[in-house]
């Protein structure tokens, strides 16, 4: 039955993305910064419909209406694209993200048609559906005005804000992947949040009793990840263990860990969050754990420090289904970086 499911005939996209994230990734500075281009290049290609579909005002709500479950939602889906509309708009992601952070991107949305053999759905069943992604853009990209954009859909969530042509903020940003381990079939074993996965039990098992006494703050893992989609995200009680009483291979590891977030972005915006970290305090972050300490039971963790918030929840099915979200304090939506343009372009700086 399994093995049936899989003999579908797999949606264009799929095959498109498996192409794109098979190319040679490496892209210079000056692209990666030019996302207003990408994303007039994007707008270019839609007609009249499509690009009310995909449109919104700068000011809309739906700008702070994220979600990373499979639900209907506003937008411009993939499988309203034609094949040249979805390379404008996967070129529009490469502009935001790493060579890693777009293959996680992509191979979350190819993961839909894994997830539909395992659950053994037909052929006309579209509930899981690597197409079913929606591309949103809020304002007018371009130099004038602050802009952003958004991708969205079942286990992927990234909102990005722009100001004169340069990324200030790219979070929220959930990456999520159902089942964190393949388990049967053409793909058996793959797992797309290895990282996020294994450096933290790395890091978890190298702390002594004494440690683990603050690192665990729970027995039971949490069923979700606790800040949810809420608009602002807050630091959590209780914190876990502080960086300061880590030794120092310990703290290499979260270091590591924390750059396997940050590094799903373009160089220059993973610079920006890197300073904001420092800024806030290696000193302040903390590391916290619930539940299970390996693969097969439900495990939670978090990292924070007045800068950042990370959350990674696997309880779902079994322990096998990846929820991660990184959160920026302070610039979530860009908008305490927003505040201070309107305030300098007012007084005239």
Wanted: aromatic share 10%.
């Amino acid at each position: 039955m399994l093995h049936h499911a899989y003999s579908y005939r797999l949606p264009f996209l799929f095959m498109l993305l498996l192409l794109i994230g098979s190319r040679g990734q490496a892209q210079s500075s000056a692209n990666k910064t030019n996302v207003a281009a990408a994303a007039k290049q994007f707008l270019q290609t839609l007609d009249a419909n499509g690009r009310q579909q995909a449109s919104f005002d700068w000011t809309d709500a739906e700008r702070f209406n994220w979600n990373f479950v499979p639900m209907a939602r506003k937008g411009l889906p993939l499988k309203a694209m034609n094949e040249q509309q979805r390379k404008a708009a996967l070129e529009l992601l490469k502009t935001c993200t790493s060579a890693e952070g777009y293959r996680k991107a992509t191979s979350i949305m190819a993961m839909e048609t894994v997830l539909k053999a395992l659950e053994n759905r037909g052929p006309d069943d579209h509930y899981r559906d690597p197409i079913n992604y929606y591309f949103s853009i809020f304002g007018e990209p371009g130099l004038q005005k602050p802009w952003g954009w958004r991708v969205e859909g079942h286990h992927v969530s990234l909102n990005f804000t722009a100001v004169n042509n340069s990324l200030v903020a790219g979070t929220p940003a959930f990456f999520g992947s159902n089942p964190g381990i393949v388990p049967s079939g053409p793909e058996k074993g793959k797992q797309i949040l290895k990282q996020e996965t294994e450096l933290a039990f790395e890091l978890l098992h190298a702390f002594d009793k004494t440690q683990l006494e603050q690192v665990m703050i729970a027995t039971d893992a949490p069923r979700e990840i606790i800040t949810g989609n809420k608009r602002k995200a807050m630091l959590l009680d209780p914190p876990g263990l502080p960086y300061s009483k880590m030794n120092s291979s310990q703290q290499q590891l979260l270091k590591h860990l924390v750059a396997v977030y940050v590094d799903n972005y373009t160089k220059l915006m993973a610079d920006l969050l890197l300073k904001e970290i420092n800024a806030a305090g290696w000193d302040k972050m903390s590391f916290a754990w619930a539940g299970a300490n390996a693969w097969g039971g439900g495990h939670y963790y978090r990292i924070q420090n007045p800068a950042i918030l990370i959350e990674y929840d696997n309880t779902q099915n079994n322990g096998n289904h990846v929820h991660t979200v990184l959160r920026d304090l302070q610039h979530d939506f860009g908008e305490d970086l927003l505040q201070k343009h309107y305030q300098t372009a007012h007084n005239g700086k």
